[in-house]
């Protein structure tokens, strides 16, 4: 499974982005799929992540109630809808396909990582 996440840029605090992770697999269904971040100088950590049924959403506290995880499997496509940005959001964001679990190494398959950065 390859992973492509895109859709990182800059934005001022407040503001909003949308997350795309698309995978190369058509098997794209029977993964869970999650959201890492990790900023400089930091631990990857735990953002979001859904059940490949997509009917199961998981959430950090730290982003609950600003962003939101979807899924379509008929694009093979995984997505975090980001709102109300703070800077503490600044971050490298990856995708990853597995078993969805705030622990990065229940993740069989990672994307290349798509910066975010949120001004104040």
């Known amino acids: 499974v390859q992973l492509q996440a895109s859709g990182g840029g800059l934005v001022q605090a407040g503001g909003s982005l949308r997350l795309s992770c698309a995978a190369s697999?058509?098997?794209?269904?029977?993964?869970?799929m999650g959201w890492f971040r990790q900023a400089p100088g930091k631990e990857r950590e735990f953002v979001s992540a859904i059940s490949r049924s997509g009917g199961i959403l998981y959430y950090a506290n730290s982003v609950k109630g600003r962003f939101t995880i979807s899924k379509d499997n008929a694009k093979n496509t995984v997505y975090l809808q980001m709102n109300s940005l703070k800077p503490e959001d600044t971050a490298i964001y990856y995708c990853?396909?597995?078993?969805?679990?705030?622990?990065?190494?229940?993740?069989?398959?990672w994307g290349q990582g798509t910066q975010v950065t949120v001004s104040s």
């Open positions: 990853a396909a597995g078993n969805s679990s705030p622990r990065p190494g229940e993740y069989d398959y």
């Open positions: 697999a058509r098997t794209f269904s029977s993964y869970d």
